[in-house]
């Protein structure tokens, strides 16, 4: 029984040790907010934060977390929704189909973290999250929504030109 600390509780499973971290935060914990896209820590939509890092849980083995480290999950972001990127989003309509934008948001919360007032460039360079329905420019506009670094005005004008709704 393995146990781990999660959105700032242990909780235990039962899993072999082989076990990816998204299968038991999914199937084990019942935390489906945090997606299955490929299976091979390519395209993001299982982004965690493990001790405040962003990490793609497709990959991690259950057997290389010790229960000391602290995961969160977007279910433990802002249980009401109230983290100033998950307000950003909102804001910006950002998501369409949605799937990837779990793991988007966290990589987002992750890069702001380290990066306060990001650049185009930071952005661009640490969001490699893959959206197939090409959010990307709602995506940048969202983390310089989060980050404070534009006003809302000049936003809209980037989204209208985008071809979508502002």
Known sequence: MAQLNVNGRLRECDAEGDT?????????????????GCGIAQCGACTVHIDGVAMRSCVRPLSTLSGTEKIVTIEGLAPDASHPVQRAWDALDVPQCGFCQSGMIMAAVALLKSKPKPTDADIDAAMTNICRCGTYNRIRAAIHLAAGQVQRQAIAI???TEGGAA
């Open 158 to 160: 980037t989204i209208q």
């Open 20 to 36: 990816p971290l998204l299968w038991v935060l999914r199937e084990q914990l019942g935390l489906t907010g945090t997606k299955y």
